[in-house]
C-alpha cells in the first residue's frame, strides 16, 4: 500500500507540474514548462529535518485542517499560528482560496481571508509581524499584486509593497536586518531587470545593490548566522561565474568563491542547522565531489573539490 500511494503520489505531482507549465509557462524542473515540485519538495524535506524519527507514530494529535488540496507552503508566526498556502480553495471547513491561517490548535482563524486569485507557493513572516506572501496569483486582499505580497498582521494588504514580479515566486526569506530575499522565475521585479534572484529594502523598495543575476530558477534560500546568503535552483551561472545549481553570497551581496559544491542537478531546498551545517535537498547525484542521492550536508566552510562529474539533467515528464 506504501508503494502505490507513493506512486499515486509521484503523478499527482507530474499533473501539477504541467499544469503550471501551461499556464505560466515556467520552465520545469525535468524539462520545458513550469514546476510546482520544487517548493513541495522543499516542505518534505523541512519536516524530515523537524521531525524525529520516532515521529512517524506521533502524528495524529488532533490537528486536521482539511485541505481539499496540497498544502505547499507553511509559516508559523511567533504567535504560534499557523500560515498555509497552497492549492487549496477550502480549509478548517471553510472557503479559503490558497491562502489561510490556523489557531495554534488547527482551528481556522477566521477573521483572515486574503483570498488569492491562484497559487500560493512561498511565505515568510517578517519581525513586526507583516506577512510575505509569493505565488503565482495576480490578486490578493482585494488588489492587483502580481505573484508577491505583503500583508499586514491582521491579513490586510499593505499597499506600500508592490514588487510587481513578472513570473512566478517560489522562495521568500526575511533577513536579520529586515531586508527581504526573492527567488523564482521572473526577469522584473521593483521595476527593474533582476533574473531570478531580487533583495528588497524592509520598506519594499528594491536593493539595488543586489543583482546576482542567476540564468535560471531560483527555487530555494537561506541566511546563515553569519548573514550569507544560500542560494538553490536549475541554473549554471550566477553572478557572472560558473555555479551548478548552488551558490553563497557574501551579505554585500557579492559571491562567495570559496564555495562552490557543484551539485549536478536541481537544488530545491535548503536549511542551516544550528551548528552552521547546510542541508542540501534536490535532483542531484553528485555534490561536494561525492556521490549523494538527492540529499547531502556540507560544513559552512565547504571548499569546492576538484573531482569531475556528470551534469544531470532530470528526465522529462511522462
Not at 23 to 45: D, H, K, M, N, Q
Not at 113 to 141: C, M, R, W
Not at 194 to 213: C, E, H, K, Q, Y
Request: a positive charge; glycine letters at 10%.
Amino acid at each position: 500500500m506504501k508503494k502505490k500511494a507513493a506512486a499515486q503520489f509521484v503523478r499527482r505531482l507530474a499533473r501539477e507540474d504541467s499544469l503550471l507549465a501551461k499556464t505560466f509557462g515556467v520552465r520545469s524542473s525535468f524539462g520545458e514548462g513550469g514546476s510546482l515540485i520544487p517548493a513541495l519538495y522543499a516542505l518534505l524535506v523541512a519536516l524530515l529535518v523537524c521531525l524525529p524519527s520516532t515521529s512517524r507514530a506521533q502524528l495524529v494529535d488532533g490537528f486536521d485542517p482539511n485541505a481539499n488540496d496540497d498544502v505547499i507552503a507553511l509559516a508559523v508566526q511567533a504567535d504560534g499560528k499557523i500560515l498555509v498556502g497552497g492549492f487549496f480553495t477550502f480549509i478548517g471547513g471553510q472557503t479559503r482560496n490558497f491562502v489561510a491561517r490556523l489557531n495554534p490548535d488547527g482551528s481556522l482563524h477566521t477573521s483572515f481571508d486574503p483570498n488569492a486569485n491562484h497559487i500560493v507557493t512561498a511565505l515568510a513572516v517578517q519581525a513586526d509581524g507583516k506577512i510575505l506572501v509569493g505565488g503565482a496569483f495576480s490578486s490578493i486582499g482585494g488588489q492587483t499584486r502580481n505573484k508577491i505580497a505583503r500583508l499586514n498582521p491582521d491579513g490586510s494588504l499593505d499597499t506600500s509593497f508592490d514588487p510587481n514580479a513578472n513570473g512566478v515566486v517560489f522562495a521568500l526569506v526575511v533577513q536579520a536586518d529586515g531586508k527581504i530575499l526573492v527567488g523564482g522565475a521572473f526577469s522584473s521585479i521593483g521595476g527593474q531587470t533582476r533574473n531570478n534572484i531580487a533583495r528588497f529594502n524592509p520598506d519594499g523598495s528594491l536593493d539595488t545593490s543586489f543583482n546576482p543575476n542567476a540564468n535560471s530558477n531560483v527555487y530555494a534560500l537561506a541566511v546563515q548566522a553569519d548573514g550569507k546568503i544560500l542560494v538553490g535552483g536549475f541554473f549554471t551561472r550566477i553572478d557572472g561565474q560558473t555555479r551548478n545549481n548552488i551558490a553563497r553570497f557574501n551579505p554585500d551581496g557579492s559571491l562567495d568563491i570559496s564555495f562552490n559544491p557543484n551539485a549536478n542537478s536541481e537544488v530545491d531546498a535548503l536549511a542551516v542547522e544550528a551548528d552552521g551545517k547546510i542541508l542540501v535537498g534536490g535532483f542531484f547525484t553528485f555534490i561536494g565531489g561525492q556521490t549523494r542521492n538527492r540529499i547531502a550536508r556540507l560544513t559552512a566552510t565547504h571548499r569546492p573539490r576538484p573531482t569531475p562529474y556528470p551534469r544531470l539533467t532530470p528526465p522529462p515528464r511522462p
